[in-house]
């Protein structure tokens, strides 16, 4: 079954576990474009990420970068990192995801050395667009890590984290420019800012609440709110509560029967026609018929999309 979408936590983090407590290594196959909206939407996970892309094209963003990766490129995505991907046509992307635990327990000398700068880092994310002769080794290498880990046998598990080991290791050695200057703070500042406001919202987007207060969550001021969000997601708090609002909508149309301007008023709406113009804007529908053409059958319930093959992924 195909992953339609991501289900995250108040926070954005990604609820789907990656791999096992004693094998926190998974392997993904993503067609984007038959996401909702041809879109893996915002999130994050402590998991390490690489992607890459088999065919057509994907938009990525990761923080306040973007990049569009095309046929033979990838991208490198830090633990705790806020990313999203888009793909207006074929988006077929690979990826991989595995634990910092994955490489070495937290209390060893490799784990010390070799994964704590990475998790301390400014830089949240690493280009391999074949700019460099080991981007195009990198993006081999991870296909046979894919290839890899599809196969069965009694060493399996072993070989795969030697690959990954391994390429981690040539990785931190090519990218270390990018890692050798520890962080002062200011990423994971903006991370843990933007995690207690989106609990915020994501807690009282029913009542009425003002930026002041969304920046309160946090402690700042509303311009540095603005800057967070702006920095971190390409947006605004206000555009936050307002999408938060309309997904909760959303899913109330499909699992109740509640009369449209009722959800409207319980999602944090006052004007049941702004509503309405928003939620058209956004789905491409209005509520009545956004509904009307949403069977309520098992397919459309929340968690639904979770039971699939280990290919076909969460996002």
């Known amino acids: 079954m195909q992953i339609t979408q991501v289900h995250t936590d108040d926070t954005l983090q990604e609820i789907r576990r990656h791999g096992t ?17 041809q879109a893996v939407e915002w999130h994050w996970h402590k998991e390490f990420e690489f992607v890459w892309v088999e065919r057509g094209a994907v938009d990525c963003r990761v923080g306040s970068e973007g ?19 888009e793909a207006a046509g074929v988006g077929l992307m690979p990826n991989i995801l595995f634990s910092p635990s994955f490489i070495a327990g937290p209390d060893t000398a490799v784990y010390r050395c070799c994964v704590a700068p990475m998790l301390s880092a400014e830089c949240g994310c690493v280009l391999l667009d074949g700019s460099a002769p080991w981007h195009g080794e990198m993006i081999g290498r991870l296909w046979e890590i894919y290839r890899q880990a599809q196969t069965e046998g009694p060493v399996r598990e072993l070989r795969v984290q030697t690959a990954v080991g391994s390429l981690w290791a040539d990785f931190l050695e090519h990218a270390s420019s990018r890692f050798a200057v520890r962080s002062t703070g200011g990423h994971v500042l903006l991370q843990s800012r933007l995690q207690r406001m989106l609990r915020f919202i994501h807690e009282r987007y029913a009542d009425k609440i003002t ?29 936050c509560l307002i999408a938060y609002r309309l997904h909760c909508a959303k899913e109330l149309l499909e699992s109740t029967g509640r009369p449209v301007a009722r959800i409207a008023s319980d999602v944090g709406f006052e004007d049941a026609g702004y509503f309405a113009r928003m939620f058209t804007r956004e789905f ?18 929340p968690g639904a999309a979770w039971e699939t093959a280990p290919f076909e992924r969460k996002g």
Request: glycine residues 8%; positive net charge; proline residues 6%.
């Open 67 to 85: 990049f569009r990766l095309t046929e033979g490129m990838g991208l490198f995505i830090n633990s705790g990192v806020l990313h999203r991907f």
């Open 284 to 301: 491409g529908l209005p509520p009545r018929t956004f509904r009307a053409r949403r069977p309520h059958d098992a397919a459309d319930a």
């Open 21 to 37: 407590a004693d094998f926190p290594f998974e392997y993904y196959l993503d067609d984007v474009r038959r996401y909702e909206k």
């Open 211 to 239: 930026l002041n207060e969304i920046a309160g969550a946090a402690n700042i001021s509303k311009s540095e709110a603005l800057r967070c969000f702006h920095a971190g997601m390409q947006t605004t708090p206000v555009r």
